[in-house]
């Protein structure tokens, strides 16, 4: 009897499952044939053909181009002009004073000498001055304004650009003024002794013999020494000291 049990429940079991199998494929059936109409189903796979897959890669490869695309050099064409920034000159006078600035009126900064060469830089906007500075350090002289007439220039002057007197016509002072001492006769053929107002030392180089005069607060003046037996003289102005053949020391 429980044998039997047995057989019908394992009966029922399969039939259970066969039917199941049998409904699943009606269903599965039915449903790839509504599916399609219904908007339903597998992706279709779009193969690019040979031209898109080479309108890809050039599009690809334009846009890694623009990515990294290097800077363009401009080439910047120099446009034609009537300056020039520096010329040479040569003072062609004895004595030429360098002031501060383009004018007779600015402080005297220095004197320059016949033969002594400069770097010019600058014109004044009449013309008639000429901004110079050295050419090397040791040129005893810095940046300064010259009449143009005593210099011989390499070049035409009027394609100078024209300069201002600027800062540098404030950055010396104006020396102060020495009271009037009454010297008298003077020295006009130099004195062998110091007189009031005459200290103006009239020197003779042991190298070359050369005259040479100092002025009061000149750098070599305090270690000038004068000895009338080898012909050094004192003189009281620069004009006494010149129409005797000494000329001024460049320091």
Wanted: hydrophobic letters at 40%; one cysteine or more.
């Amino acid at each position: 009897m429980e044998r039997d049990r047995r057989t019908i429940v394992s009966l029922v079991i399969v039939g259970g499952i066969l039917v199941f199998l049998v409904v699943a494929c009606i269903v599965f059936y039915g449903w790839t044939l509504i599916a399609p109409r219904l908007g339903f189903g597998p992706p279709t796979a779009t193969v690019l053909s040979p031209p898109n897959i080479l309108n890809v890669y050039t599009l690809a490869m334009t846009e890694t181009a623009r990515a990294y695309r290097m800077p363009t050099a401009t080439l910047a064409v120099p446009s034609a002009t009537t300056t020039v920034e520096v010329l040479t000159a040569c003072v062609n006078v004895p004595i030429l004073k360098v002031r501060s600035g383009p004018g007779g009126g600015y402080t005297i900064t220095g004197e320059i000498f016949a033969g002594d060469c400069f770097l010019v830089d600058g014109r004044s906007t009449d013309n008639t001055w000429i901004r110079i500075r050295p050419v090397s350090m040791d040129a005893g002289v810095g940046q300064g304004w010259v009449t143009l007439a005593s210099l011989s220039i390499e070049g035409e002057p009027l394609r100078l650009p024209v300069q201002e007197a600027g800062l540098e016509a404030e950055l010396y002072r104006t020396p102060t003024p020495v009271p009037t001492i009454d010297i008298g006769e003077g020295c006009p053929q130099g004195c062998t002794q110091p007189r009031p107002g005459c200290e103006i030392k009239g020197n003779i180089s042991s190298a070359d013999g050369e005259k040479i005069y100092h002025l009061p607060g000149w750098e070599m003046y305090a270690d000038i020494g004068i000895d009338p037996e080898q012909g050094e003289r004192w003189f009281c102005t620069e004009e006494e000291a010149v129409a005797n053949g000494w000329r001024p020391s460049r320091r």
